[in-house]
């Protein structure tokens, strides 16, 4: 199987365990990439919605691979966020290759990412946590309604649609805080003297250069795989936004292509725990802030 090489792969909002969240898309993605690392930028499994009678096969899954990558080599931060706040307790914790953090300064060819969910920049969680549980769940609900109507839209043959993204730009309000929210985390990457940030939380894919008067900085944003399915990559030279697109895996795609019927004894084969753990205890552990050095 072929396998883009990364520097980096960072994604977020991917919200296991809810109905929203496209885990079967996700996980031909991871198998799809080779990073040296892999940031879990926040909200990967969502403790607010959690329910155990609904955690279906192919979320697993996306656990299961994700622990492969980390037996293999991948060095994997998982980053807190508010839908798995309660981690929060167990911050700094090591796993081997496997890192629990609040937030995390990566330094590629001599240049700084700042990384980090972003929730801390949202004040509707932080006075009004109870009202914000409520609206998550008014927005789970909406997710599972879009399906619906996205799925009588394809056999209509006509465009998927986001309900919850057309709310989000008609709703005056609602704009406002996905623009104080970003004017935030550029102001403090300046202040800090980043040349990068990395959020999650607003479900808003973007790659932005900005300047001001008191610096500069490029804010980047990985989106989520509820109704966006980005990812956020460095290759080694730069900063990209990937945005999953299911024909690069149907059609023939030599960067991106996954033989389905050559690897179907291994989407079948039984991950020994034990094995995995053994594995992930004998890798090295990194540094706090990393530096990768792709300048030669």
């Keep these: 199987m072929y396998k883009r090489k990364l520097c980096v792969a960072a994604i977020s909002d991917v919200h296991l365990g809810t109905y929203g969240c496209h885990a079967r898309e996700l996980y031909r993605y991871l198998r799809s990439i080779e990073p040296e690392i892999l940031v879990l930028n926040g909200d990967i499994i969502d403790m607010w919605e959690f329910r155990k009678r609904y955690f279906p096969a192919d979320h697993l899954q996306v656990i299961k691979e994700i622990f492969k990558m980390a037996s293999k080599g991948t060095k994997v931060y998982y980053i807190t966020g508010n839908h798995d706040d309660v981690l929060r307790r167990f911050s700094n914790l090591r796993l081997g290759p496997i890192h629990l953090k609040d937030k995390l300064v990566l330094q590629i060819n001599g240049e700084k990412t700042w990384i980090f969910h972003g929730d801390v920049f949202d004040m509707s969680i932080n006075v009004t946590p109870l009202l914000a549980r409520m609206g998550s769940r008014g927005y789970d609900w909406l997710i599972r309604i879009n399906r619906v109507v996205n799925r009588l839209l394809e056999r209509m043959q006509r465009p998927k649609v986001s309900l919850a993204g057309k709310i989000k730009h008609s709703v005056k309000r609602a704009v406002q805080f996905v623009q104080d929210f970003e004017d935030l985390a550029i102001r403090a990457a300046i202040e800090k003297g980043y040349h990068y940030v990395l959020c999650g939380h607003i479900h808003r894919p973007m790659v932005r250069e900005v300047t001001t008067e008191q610096g500069s900085v490029t804010y980047l944003n990985s989106g989520d795989w509820v109704e966006n399915l980005t990812a956020m990559e460095h290759d080694g030279r730069a900063w990209k936004l990937h945005h999953f697109d299911q024909t690069d895996y149907i059609m023939r795609n030599d960067r991106l ?16 725990g034990m094995a995995m753990v053994r594995s992930i205890l004998s890798g090295q552990f990194p540094t706090e802030e990393l530096q990768i050095d792709r300048s030669a």
């Design 257 to 272: 292509m996954i033989n389905d019927a050559l690897n179907e004894e291994e989407e079948l084969e039984h991950i020994d």
